[in-house]
Every structure is written in C-alpha cells, then in structure tokens.
C-alpha cells in the first residue's frame, strides 16, 4: 500500500461524491413541500386548509405503510431474469410513480380558476337559518 498524497485522496473521493450527491438531491427535494402547501392554498378556503395539510402530511407514513412491506416483498422473492430483487424494486415501482407524475403535470390547473368541470352545475350557498 502506497503512502502517496493521492493515493489518500482517492480513498475519499467516493465518499465526496456520494456527499455532493446526497446535498443536490436534497437542494432538489427541499422545495416540494412548501410548493405542495402553496398549491393547496390556492384550492381550499383558510377555514379547510389545516385539515386538508393534515390530510396530506398523514400521507406519508400511510404510503410507508403500503410501500415498506411492498419493497420488502419485491426484495425477498422476486429474482426474475437473472435479476436482483433491489433492482426490481426500482423496476416496478418507478415507472407508475413517474407515469402519475407526468399525468399530474399536464392534467392539475394552477389555479381554481383555470379549471373547467363540465360534468357540475354550481350549487347555491346554503340559506341562512333565520328561525332563531
């Protein structure tokens, strides 16, 4: 084993890349979660917003509920073509996720007033109750 300059840093190398790897996904991630809250506060009134957020901050750990099991039955059996279960994880489970995503970005509106829904007439507010 040589003791040279860069041989040292070229044990490190991997580590830094994977590092940078990790900030620019993270760069990348760190602006979803306030665009998902912007998004919805154009949709839904104040007076339903929290518990529309709460509906969707619950979201996680229920699709971790249905994920993690999923994962780990894909990982555990199936070994396909010569194929490792991780990789198939990635196989079956990406492309619906990147599909619903290309669907949502042309089919969702920005905005309420941008949508169009031909199948609802609009209701009539509720009458107040004057019989008090």
């Not at 998902?36 to 104040?46: C, D, K, M, N």
């Not at 669907?103 to 007439?121: E, K, N």
Request: with cysteine; charged share 15%; proline share 9%.
């Amino acid at each position: 084993m040589s003791t040279a300059p860069n041989d040292v840093a070229g044990q490190y190398r991997p580590a830094i890349v994977n590092k940078v790897k990790l900030v620019i996904l993270g760069v990348a991630e760190a602006g979803f979660f306030p665009c998902v809250i912007l998004y919805l506060s154009y949709w839904f009134p104040e007076r339903e917003r929290a518990r529309v957020v709460a509906q969707f901050m619950v979201a996680l750990p229920v699709a971790t509920l249905i994920a993690g099991p999923l994962s780990g039955l894909i990982l555990d059996h199936v070994h396909w073509l010569g194929v490792s279960g991780w990789r198939w994880v990635f196989i079956i489970e990406g492309p619906p996720a990147v599909l619903l995503g290309l669907v949502t970005l042309f089919l969702l509106t920005d905005t309420p007033q941008q949508a169009t829904d031909h199948d609802r007439t609009p209701t009539p507010a509720p009458a107040a109750d004057t019989s008090r």
